[in-house]
T-cell receptor, first 117, second 109 residues
Framework: DTAVSQTPKYLVTQMGNDKSIKCEQNLGHDTMYWYKQDSKKFLKIMFSYNNKELIINETVPNRFSPKSPDKAHLNLHINSLELGDSAVYFC????????????????FGPGTRLTVL | GQNIDQPTEMTATEGAIVQINCTYQTSGFNGLFWYQQHAGEAPTFLSYNVLDGLEEKGRFSSFLSRSKGYSYLLLKELQMKDSASYLCAVKIGGQNFVFGPGTRLSVLP
């Protein structure tokens, strides 16, 4: 009964390969996110999806593409992997609420550690 | 641009009180969140402020001053398990969040 799950947990691959990371949430939340946490532990938002619509695409290379088959899933596909893509990728979800009703705290998945060789 | 500052590291003693500060300069403000992240794990939500003042949740409290672009997280009765990184995050609008660099707290016996 994990709230937000990601697969795989570890991913080691060669430069130039294409890979996907899957994410599922069973919380019934409206919005899902992808974050990248680099070696300096900086957590940066990459994408968010609300009701299957892309809301944000922070200056992320177009080699990265989010795909949401339904409200409970947001997968991350990465083409032509580069060394600099090595990081931990976190998926998260949140329930839309008015700011005066608690905001919308995010629930994070366990992370996927991607290593590009 | 968006800028959030936090001290890089702090050390405190078990049973003590520690205050972790966060200052922000962002293009919008729609709430400030604190998360805890243990090494090798995912961030977990601690607290949320959208209006000025103090929010208390057990051993944890968070304060916000919007006019000063300032928040702090107060941890009381520190326990060894509180050793972790603490992340300040600002919601700048819509579904966009900016995270600070995090403060690594070490609790010593």
């Amino acid at each position: 009964d994990t709230a937000v799950s990601q697969t795989p947990k570890y991913l080691v691959t060669q430069m130039g390969n294409d890979k996907s990371i899957k994410c599922e949430q069973n919380l019934g939340h409206d919005t899902m996110y992808w974050y990248k946490q680099d070696s300096k532990k900086f957590l940066k938002i990459m994408f968010s999806y609300n009701n299957k619509e892309l809301i944000i695409n922070e200056t992320v290379p177009n080699r990265f593409s989010p795909k949401s088959p339904d409200k409970a899933h947001l997968n991350l596909h990465i083409n032509s992997l580069e060394l600099g893509d090595s990081a931990v990728y976190f998926c998260a979800s949140s329930q839309d609420r008015a700011r005066d009703r608690g905001g919308n705290e995010q629930f994070f998945g366990p992370g996927t550690r991607l290593t590009v060789l | 641009g968006q800028n959030i500052d936090q001290p890089t590291e702090m050390t405190a003693t078990e049973g003590a009180i520690v205050q972790i500060n966060c200052t922000y300069q962002t293009s919008g403000f729609n709430g400030l969140f604190w998360y805890q992240q243990h090494a090798g794990e995912a961030p977990t939500f601690l607290s949320y402020n959208v209006l000025d003042g103090l929010e208390e949740k057990g051993r944890f409290s968070s304060f916000l001053s919007r006019s000063k672009g300032y928040s702090y997280l107060l941890l009381k009765e520190l326990q060894m398990k509180d050793s972790a990184s603490y992340l300040c995050a600002v919601k700048i609008g819509g579904q966009n969040f900016v995270f600070g660099p995090g403060t690594r707290l070490s609790v010593l016996p």
